[in-house]
């Protein structure tokens, strides 16, 4: 089970931390992840972490704004997300993937790569 916090309202420039506790036996052996989905779009991967944090990777419309990090010994993912803008306005989903990929390949970036998702925290951007 994946649950997210920390989502809400704030202005165009401002910050966010959404979190992600995972209620799973062994969170160290999966790859975590960030995807969002926005009133009348596809849903879209926004970012993921190996499973131990030493590798990234990002959409290129968050790269340099937005950060993931996890802490396993509180099976917790984090997204931190800074200079919002109102096109990121979405609601956001934690996601978990036990398959180890390379970024080379553009699997990562497939919703159908992961098994588990959370409810979704809404986060909202105002102009």
């Known amino acids: 089970q994946l649950v997210e916090s920390g989502g809400g309202l704030v202005q165009a420039g401002g910050s966010l931390r959404l979190s992600c506790a995972a209620s799973?036996?062994?969170?160290?052996?999966?790859?975590m992840g960030w995807f969002r989905q926005a009133p009348g779009k596809e849903r879209e991967f926004v970012a993921r972490?190996?499973?131990?944090?030493?590798?990234?990777a990002y959409a290129d419309s968050v790269k340099g704004r937005f950060t993931v990090s996890r802490d396993n010994a509180k099976n917790t993912v984090y997204l931190q997300m800074n200079s919002l803008k109102p096109e990121d306005t979405a609601v956001y989903y934690c996601?978990?993937?036990?398959?180890?990929?390379?970024?080379?390949?553009?699997?990562?970036?497939?919703?159908?790569?992961?098994?588990?998702w959370g409810q979704g925290t809404q986060v909202t951007v105002s102009s």
């Open positions: 972490v190996n499973w131990n944090g030493a590798t990234s």
């Open positions: 799973v036996r062994t969170f160290s052996s999966y790859a």
């Open positions: 996601v978990a993937d036990p398959t180890r990929r390379a970024y080379s390949s553009p699997s990562y970036t497939r919703a159908s790569s992961y098994n588990y």
